[in-house]
């Protein structure tokens, strides 16, 4: 079974030289006066096209054509590839013309939410592992309404044992509204628990005011915050995973529709 | 069905890749018992010796003499559901079923509507083999006897 390691090795030195053997056609057309730029292009908008066959293929997951992984493989290093064709193309010149700027615009864009993503698909897993127990997406706004209610029920309870209102009365000024909650869309990514941790010290700080029965209670709302934490931590991250997608996706049909009108513009000027 | 949650991203690619190789019907959940970062997801076992088959009325559960992967033929299958209730990892699902327009196929005499018992026979006629595995762009997911240890090792520690 070949390492990550070994597979990051093997494909980066193979984009390097394919990169390295497209300069050195870049420098030798240049020198011939043939036009680089239209190689460069076409050479471009085919990788596009390659890039975009990606989530084609994730919709037929029956059809035997190679595994997801080696797709996500060579999409991710056609993709650094496509870059470097792009600075090719473009000579590194800025775009100045509107059609120039939007088409740079979406490429750029296209490729930072690609590289975002990829970073993303890296970083966040193992942290959402060591959160805690892993959940399924859709059961989450469930899993909060039962803690609501959980934590609701705990505290009527309490309150007609003990005949006593502190615990209610924390509840509303605090509880409450943490368990009802929910984390910002950027949650994973400022990281910290500052939230959890401002709930966990004032029921830490409540315990002295309470009875002894009072504090087996306040325990059991300790463990529905910790479970909170988790559920808050699964769902931001989960959220930002399949997020980031939806700004990949639409970018790359706009980059395509801008590309179209390109290679349009171009052939018909310069046929002219 | 091991998933490696270090890798992860919850796409569920896996299960969407199950849905659609299964008639919509997702054979297994991307839900199960955690240790060290490995999931054991909600997928038949495969059993040695499978209480479901033994226990089924019309022999409908089989296992493939070439690989040895237990399945359910749905053809002899009268949606009893004595395999889904004697399945000890509860991986064994009844599932409606549907006519070509979508529309759930009932009973003549009760209305009640028509089930079948599933589960995962990772995906025997299919030629590129499971396709939850095939489906998963993080290479996050296996399929693997546990009791071959070296591939299970090498897996951990890619």
Redesign the interface.
């Known amino acids: 079974m070949t390492s990550f390691f070994t597979r990051r090795l093997v494909l980066s030195l193979v984009t390097a030289a394919v990169a390295g053997g497209l300069v050195a056609a870049w420098l030798l057309g240049r020198v011939a006066l043939r036009p680089v730029a239209m190689y460069t292009g076409w050479l471009l908008l085919v990788l596009l096209l390659g890039l975009t066959f990606f989530n084609a293929r994730k919709k037929l997951p029956f059809i035997p054509l190679f595994s997801a992984s080696t797709w996500l493989q060579v999409h991710i290093y056609a993709g650094w590839l496509a870059c470097f064709v792009f600075l090719l193309h473009t000579g590194g010149r800025v775009p100045s013309g509107a059609v120039e700027i939007m088409l740079a615009a979406a490429f750029g864009l296209v490729a930072a939410s690609g590289a975002f993503g990829l970073w993303l698909s890296r970083w966040l897993p193992p942290r959402l592992t060591r959160s805690g127990e892993s959940l399924v997406y859709e059961r989450i706004p469930m899993l909060r309404h039962r803690l609501v209610t959980e934590a609701e029920d705990i505290v009527r309870a309490a309150e007609a044992e003990t005949q006593s209102t502190t615990l209610g009365d924390f509840h509303v000024r605090v509880l409450a509204g943490y368990f009802a909650h929910q984390p910002a869309w950027l949650a994973p990514l400022a990281g910290g628990d500052a939230e959890h941790h401002r709930v966990k010290l004032e029921l830490e700080a409540l315990r002295r005011f309470l009875s002894v029965r009072e504090i087996q209670i306040a325990d059991q709302l300790a463990d529905l915050v910790e479970a909170k934490r988790n559920l808050d931590h699964q769902f931001a991250g989960q959220r930002l995973l399949k997020l980031w997608l939806f700004a990949h996706i639409p970018l790359t049909f706009a980059l395509l529709v801008f590309t179209a009108a390109h290679v349009w513009l171009i052939l018909q000027y310069s046929h002219r | 069905m091991l998933i490696d949650?270090?890798?992860?991203?919850?796409?569920?690619?896996c299960v969407?890749?199950c849905a659609?190789?299964h008639d919509n019907n997702p054979r297994f959940?991307?839900?199960g018992p955690?240790a060290s970062?490995v999931?054991v997801a909600s997928a038949c076992m495969h059993c040695v010796d499978p209480v479901c088959m033994i226990g089924c009325p019309t022999g409908a559960i089989y296992r493939e003499s070439a690989d040895g992967q237990v399945g359910i033929n749905p053809d002899t299958c009268i949606g009893c559901s004595v395999c889904a209730q004697s399945c000890p990892y509860g991986t064994i699902q009844m599932v409606a079923l549907h006519d070509e327009e979508g529309l759930p196929i009932v009973t003549e005499e009760t209305g009640a509507p028509v089930r079948r018992a599933t589960k995962c026979d990772l995906c025997i006629d299919?030629?590129?083999g499971p396709?939850c595995?095939?489906?998963?762009?993080?290479?996050a997911l296996l399929r693997a006897d546990m009791r071959q240890m070296d591939?299970l090792t090498?897996?951990l520690?890619?």
Do not use: K
Not at chain 2, 133 to 139: G, K, N, Q, T
């Open positions: 949650l270090d890798r992860c991203t919850r796409c569920d690619d969407r890749a659609a190789t959940i991307r839900q955690e970062g999931m299919q030629p590129g396709a595995v095939s489906a998963c762009p993080h290479d591939t090498a897996w520690h890619r």
